[in-house]
T-cell receptor
Framework: SAVISQKPSRDICQRGTSLTIQCQVDSQVTMMFWYRQQPGQSLTLIAT?????????ESGFVIDKFPISRPNLTFSTLTVSNMSPEDSSIYLC???????????FGPGTRLTVL | KNEVEQSPQNLTAQEGEFITINCSYS?????LHWLQQHPGGGIVSLFMLSSGKKKHGRLIATINIQEKHSSLHITASHPRDSAVYICAGIGGGADGLTFGKGTHLIIQP
């Protein structure tokens, strides 16, 4: 199994600022995913981050708003830029193992934008 | 576009009751995850199913590929089972998972 840690676990930010969320995995993984869960809503995929290539964003999410880095096979960052209260969510990173039979989730970052 | 529908949205039961949560999904989804989300947001994967049935402790998950339907059962439910249970589909051209809206389960002592 993969153990995933995220930093920060929670933050309260002011409108217009940016926050970078870090995701660290204890093993090398090819595919990492970033999800968002707005209050009372289901999880939504923001983007897929593969090492050595640009992240692939889902409809409704753009790189300027959610830039992603994937410098190696164990680490990724998601930045929430120019935040507004609508960005208040739990942000989760997730990885898939080689056989794609298991998907593991980080503990999440709870973001509140005032 | 992949779709995953869950029911019920909310479920309150007494300790010891048998719990069933249902999930239906669209054509193209080839497998399902059942996930458990505790207050605070942490998510644990309970099962990944592409056919048949899986059991782990008091949890049982089944999937009917022809009917595109899956169920999660909890036997002898306990207050510590209280959580949000989410089914999530794999496949259909999507890299990541397509999530249902979740079932908020409360088990009362």
């Amino acid at each position: 199994s993969a153990v995933i840690s995220q930093k920060p676990s929670r933050d309260i930010c002011q409108r217009g600022t940016s926050l970078t969320i870090q995701c660290q995995v204890d093993s090398q993984v090819t595919m990492m995913f970033w999800y968002r869960q707005q209050p009372g809503q289901s999880l939504t995929l923001i983007a897929t981050a593969n090492q050595g290539s640009e992240a692939t964003y889902e409809s409704g999410f753009v790189i300027d708003k959610f830039p992603i880095s994937r410098p190696n096979l164990t680490f990724s960052t998601l930045t929430v830029s120019n935040m507004s209260p609508e960005d208040s969510s739990i942000y989760l990173c997730s990885v898939v193992d080689r056989g794609q039979n298991e998907q593991f989730f980080g503990p999440g970052t709870r973001l509140t934008v005032l | 576009k992949n779709e995953v529908e869950q029911s019920p949205q909310n479920l309150t039961a007494q300790e010891g009751e048998f719990i069933t949560i249902n999930c239906s999904y669209s054509v193209g989804i080839s497998a399902l995850h059942w996930l458990q989300q505790h207050p605070g947001g942490g998510i644990v994967s309970l099962f990944m199913l592409s056919s048949g049935k899986k059991k782990h402790g008091r949890l049982i998950a089944t999937i009917n590929i022809q009917e595109k339907h899956s169920s999660l059962h909890i036997t002898a439910s306990h207050p510590r089972d209280s959580a949000v249970y989410i089914c999530a589909g794999i496949g259909g051209g999507a890299d990541g998972l397509t999530f249902g809206k979740g079932t908020h389960l409360i088990i009362q002592p």
